[in-house]
């Protein structure tokens, strides 16, 4: 004679099985939240602009080549120009 499994069993031993292995291995989201390194936005400022489909292709290559994120390389691009700048008042250019 065949034993009749109702729902009710099926789900206490789904939930006794899960409960056995969870303590053992911990789960690899787990795993991966552990190692990510936590950024903060804390004390920074967005700044947002529209940028032509020329512009946009520009950045993704100097993204790619650099090895940049868009914070990065915005950054990076404002400390040239700013430096540009400041020389070109300093040789009284500007």
Do not use: C, W
Not at 10 to 15: D, G, K, S, V
Not at 32 to 57: F, N
Request: glycine share 4%.
């Amino acid at each position: 004679m065949k034993k009749t499994v109702r729902p009710t069993d099926f789900l206490q031993n789904m939930a006794d099985s899960e409960q056995a292995t969870a303590p053992d291995a911990p789960t690899n989201e787990k795993v991966a939240k552990a190692s990510r390194p936590v950024k903060t936005r804390d004390g920074l400022k967005h700044i947002g602009g529209y940028l032509s489909a020329d512009a946009v292709e520009k950045v993704a290559i100097l993204r790619a080549r650099l090895r940049l994120d868009n914070s990065e390389l915005i950054t990076l691009a404002i400390n040239e120009l700013h430096a540009k700048h400041s020389a070109k008042r300093a040789f009284g250019d500007a």
